[in-house]
């Protein structure tokens, strides 16, 4: 019998005054995966984040974490899970042990294991070494890993990662991709929230795409781009009236298409028939749907 | 409220105290001494009794309140907003087992325990200029912890509702700056106009200074019971307020 998954949201909306942040999710993280929610920025990821939390109280909808409805037993639910926040909130003036420590008692660890887990968090932030050192010592990949060893620190069943390598340098961002990939290695459950496709596309096992406040598709991200991109894409370089042209009539026979700034590819092109333009084929990715399904441009 | 969750919260300002106790205690300490002793040596040398006391046991004990006063809202108003607003704690703190109630309560227990030893700090500096030890001054640790437990809420209050730091001066100047002079701590409010002494009546401080200089130099049980009850009225509703305040500020 499958696990009870640990987030479930049916339906859930938040207003906030005449704007709807989210508009009738639907959303589900079984135990042991790591889902990712994939979207544009303004798409409602981090509202949802804080859903779950209950640092937002829906409007209508149905949500449970880890088996506790909300917002009524929240609590309890967060006492067994960890949150990593988008923006950075460690306590600078306080040393990398001391930050560890603050949340083991914020988290009630017991006494007898305090120090143990705050061994194996300074383990696997790989800060054993600056256990000492105050946090506005750090470098940003050393504050990041911190960050998401504190959450873990009471070894929680559920771990909520928020846009967690936004505004990093690319090395750091693999750093952190290792850790990430470590965690789902050892079958922490995690939903990741993030608008950056090729972080989805590597470290979650299922992918929510989200869009106005809403889930436009859901899937192992393999699936997805199978089901909306097809197997292949032929992408058009050419001057800005050539693509135009390759767009508008792409548009009218039908075809998948989307701009890609310097490109326009055509999508799922082993089941078009008629005159491909010329261009260069490649495997369509989850970019391609992320893009279909948005609408957004990729930056 | 759970006891495990305040646990966490008063860990994290303990923890943090360990890092700046010095220049808390510092501004906490000097001010209200440097306020004791120009109005112990520059007023004191010009009038050598007030309402039956030596100027210097006046204002020793006067001074009481406004070592608390500084040392319980000045950390509710700006490290309340620092948190909440800059360094975005509360997010984290809230993320964990802890509600907004638990969060307002146990932060305010902390500063009141703050204001409830930084307090005494006057009377030590008074003796050292002729003031008079007595048993009921061992009290004043208590009362300046009640009446600081309410200040410290006032300033979260203020705190959730101001939008950026600016919008303390206003406070600072229409609000604070007239209880702090219409208290009772450098000359007694009978000397004011009718209207100042009535309003001193709702100023905690006030209320406040009373308690510690009847603690001082000898209880009035009628009129104490009433600035104790005043004083935890004060409490309860700054409390009340400031969770709600907080609420709204911190859940969406």
Not at chain 1, 240 to 265: F, I, N, Q, Y
């Amino acid at each position: 019998m499958p696990a009870a998954p640990a987030i479930r949201l049916h339906r859930a909306v938040k207003r906030y005054g005449s704007i709807t942040a989210v508009a009738g999710l639907n959303l589900e993280v079984p135990a042991g995966t790591c889902v990712g929610l994939l979207g544009p920025n303004g798409a409602g990821k981090s509202t949802t984040m804080r859903l779950l939390t209950a640092q937002a109280i829906a409007d209508e909808g149905e949500l449970e974490v880890l088996g506790r409805r909300l917002p009524e037993d929240s609590k309890a639910a967060r006492a067994q899970m960890g949150v990593v926040p988008q923006q950075d909130n460690l306590d600078e003036a306080l040393t990398v042990e001391q930050n560890l420590l603050v949340f083991t008692h914020l988290y009630r660890v017991a006494r007898a294991e305090r120090r143990e887990a705050i061994e194996r968090a300074l383990a696997l932030a790989k800060l054993g070494e600056r256990r000492r050192s105050k946090v506005d010592e750090l470098s940003g990949g050393m504050r990041r890993r911190l960050l998401i060893a504190r959450a873990l620190v009471h070894r929680p069943r559920l771990l909520l990662l928020d846009e967690p390598t936004v505004g990093l340098d690319p090395q750091v961002r693999q750093e952190l991709w290792a850790l990430i990939d470590r965690l789902r290695g050892e079958g922490v459950t995690m939903l990741m929230s993030t608008h950056y496709i090729e972080e989805a596309a590597r470290l979650a096992d299922s992918v929510t795409i989200m869009a106005e406040g809403r889930a436009v598709a859901a899937g192992p991200p393999a699936w997805l781009v199978a089901e909306h991109a097809g197997r292949e894409a032929v992408e058009v370089y050419g001057p800005a009236h050539r693509l135009a042209e390759v767009e508008v009539d792409a548009r009218r026979r039908g075809w998948p298409a989307r701009r890609t700034g310097t490109s326009v590819s055509i999508l799922g092109t082993e089941r078009l028939d008629g005159d491909l333009p010329e261009g260069e084929r490649r495997t369509a990715n989850l970019e391609d749907v992320f893009v279909l399904l948005t609408g957004e441009e990729i930056e | 409220m759970t006891r495990a969750s305040m646990t966490g919260v008063l860990v994290r300002e303990i923890v943090n105290f360990s890092a700046y106790w010095r220049s808390t205690t510092f501004s906490s300490t000097v001010e209200p001494t440097i306020y004791l002793l120009a109005f112990g040596f520059g007023f004191g040398s010009l009038v050598s009794q007030v309402a039956g006391l030596e100027y210097i046991e006046f204002v020793g004990t006067g001074v009481v309140a406004t070592a608390v006063l500084f040392s319980s809202v000045f950390p509710g108003m700006f490290s309340t907003f620092v948190k909440y607003k800059l360094q975005r704690t509360y997010d984290a703190v809230l993320a964990a087992p802890v509600d907004v109630e638990e969060l307002v309560t146990a932060e305010a227990l902390w500063i009141a325990a703050r204001a409830g030893t930084y307090g005494c700090v006057p009377l030590l500096v008074a003796m050292a200029f002729g003031l008079d030890p007595s048993p009921g001054m061992l009290i004043v640790p208590v009362i300046a912890f009640t009446a600081g437990f309410g200040w410290a809420c006032f300033g979260v209050l203020i705190a959730a509702r101001m939008k950026s730091f600016d919008n303390f001066n206003y406070v600072i100047s229409a609000v604070l700056t007239p209880l702090f002079l219409v208290a009772g701590t450098f000359f007694p409010i009978t000397a004011l106009p009718e209207l100042a002494s009535v309003l001193a009546q709702v100023n905690p401080l006030y209320h406040c200074v009373e308690l510690v200089r009847h603690a001082a130099f000898g209880f009035q049980p009628g009129a104490d019971a009433i600035h104790l009850a005043a004083l935890l009225v004060f409490g309860a509703l700054a409390w009340w307020a400031a969770v709600r305040s907080m609420r709204r500020r911190l859940i969406d």
